[in-house]
């Protein structure tokens, strides 16, 4: 009786060993396959809470976004599309001049992303956000 009792305590006993095997290889497969992707986003100037410099009027390239989503440039409005060329008129004149773009707190962001993208590709270096209380 002595030794049917001991033969059944060794089978009881359940070999993980299978089990951590298949574990180990589905985790070096998944790290394996996983890619990696790098987000690509545009980089933005902030504004910040310190006060602004003071920079002289004739500087300053101010590209205003309306809560309406218009925008103007030099008082007159303008479209998305002419923002590139009327920044590159103005850094023309005045080389070494930032572009601010002075956004309503009620604009589309996606406005304001596509002003900034097309000052810069207009050669504008120095991009600023301001918001702007109307």
């Not at 006993?13 to 545009?42: R, W």
Request: overall charge negative.
């Amino acid at each position: 009786m002595r030794r049917k009792h001991k033969h059944e305590a060794e089978e009881a006993g359940i070999d993980m060993t299978p089990m951590l095997d298949i574990v180990f290889i589905m985790l070096i497969f998944f790290i394996v396959t996983t890619s990696f992707v790098k987000e690509i986003g545009i980089e933005m100037n902030r504004p910040t809470d310190a006060p602004p410099q003071t920079k002289q009027e004739s500087e300053v390239i101010l590209i205003e976004i309306q809560e309406t989503g218009q925008i103007r440039m030099g008082g007159r409005t303008v479209d998305v599309r002419a923002v590139q060329a009327n920044v590159e008129r103005a850094r023309a004149e005045k080389p070494d001049s930032t572009v601010v773009v002075a956004a309503h707190g009620g604009a589309n962001a996606g406005i304001l992303v596509q002003v900034v993208d097309q000052a810069r590709l207009a050669g504008a270096t120095n991009v600023s956000v301001a918001s702007s209380v109307e």
